[in-house]
Structure formats: structure tokens, C-alpha cells
């Protein structure tokens, strides 16, 4: 293992444009890549010249140990499935749903801070990569956290937490 970290030290974060299915030349934070295993995932950061990859089931597909570090040449390009803001949101459609599972809906998070949820649009923030609270528009006070492509998000006046998912 030392070994690899040595041999990939001068990998950086550096965008690197790469067509679809060639290996990945550096670490591109939120670069769609596929492992040698064949699971799909996205690119979070670089540590020491290895890319840590998250999954959209979790850690599926990864070594016994735990470790989704990979080197960025055992990674490929993928197609993008969406778009990560600098401030950590992962932009795309979510579908919510409700604790019985009996409701939901769908909104569409922008790159720019904006929301939309059917006809009308509002604005988040997310001070860090771990939550988002909704300032105005239909979801004006809703607040949660976040976690790879993942909502639990509290409405105003209700006990209970809404799950969103990415729609990929």
C-alpha cells in the first residue's frame, strides 16, 4: 500500500478533462468514475494521492477492509450523473418521502442556491458539505442534513423527517 500512495503523491485535485471510459489521470472531485469491481461511484476528494470514492448505496463493491480509496488510474470515466456546487450540495432532482411512505413529492436543487418544487422556486444554503436549511419559497423553514445524494429534511410544524433521495 505504501507503495501505491508513493507512486500516486503527485496526483492532485486539478481538473483533468478526460473522455468518457479513459482512466482517470488525477482525482477530480465529483468526476463519475467506475472501479475495477464495476461499481459506479463519485469522486469526494484526494488524500495522499488516492481518490475516495463514495457509492450511491454506500460503500457497495468495496475492498473487505472497508477502503474506497482508490489510485485514479484504476478508476474510469464516467458519464455525470449530476453536478456537485462548490459548496458541497450534490444539484439534481430529489424524491421525498414521508415516514408511511403514503406521500411524496419531487424538487430540484440549483447550482446557484435555488430550489424549485413544481411552479414555484425559493432558496437553500448549506454552510457546510452536512446540511441544508430552505429559506423562502414552499419549503421556507424546512432544515436537515445531507449525505452523499441523501436528504433528512424536518418541515416546519411536523415531527416527522422527510427522506430525499437523488434521483440518478
Known amino acids: 500500500m505504501i507503495a501505491v500512495l508513493i507512486a500516486f503523491a503527485g496526483a492532485t485535485t486539478a481538473s483533468s478533462e478526460g473522455e468518457i471510459g479513459s482512466p482517470m489521470e488525477t482525482c477530480e472531485k465529483g468526476a463519475i468514475v467506475k472501479d475495477t469491481m464495476g461499481a459506479t461511484g463519485r469522486i469526494i476528494s484526494e488524500m495522499a494521492g488516492m481518490c475516495l470514492v463514495t457509492f450511491p448505496n454506500g460503500t457497495a463493491n468495496v475492498n473487505p477492509g472497508g477502503s474506497n ?16 456546487a462548490e459548496s458541497g450540495a450534490i444539484i439534481g432532482e430529489y424524491q421525498c418521502t414521508n415516514p408511511s411512505d403514503m406521500f411524496q413529492f419531487y424538487f430540484e436543487l440549483a447550482e446557484n442556491g435555488t430550489y424549485t418544487l413544481q411552479e414555484s422556486a425559493g432558496t437553500y444554503e448549506n454552510s457546510d458539505r452536512n446540511s441544508i436549511n430552505f429559506i423562502d419559497g414552499e419549503l421556507d423553514g424546512a432544515s436537515g442534513w445531507m449525505n452523499q445524494g441523501t436528504m433528512g429534511l424536518r418541515v416546519a410544524n411536523s415531527n416527522n423527517e422527510l427522506r430525499c433521495v437523488l434521483q440518478q
Open 69 to 84: 480509496m482508490h489510485p485514479p488510474a484504476s478508476l474510469i470515466r464516467r458519464a455525470a450523473l449530476n453536478v456537485v
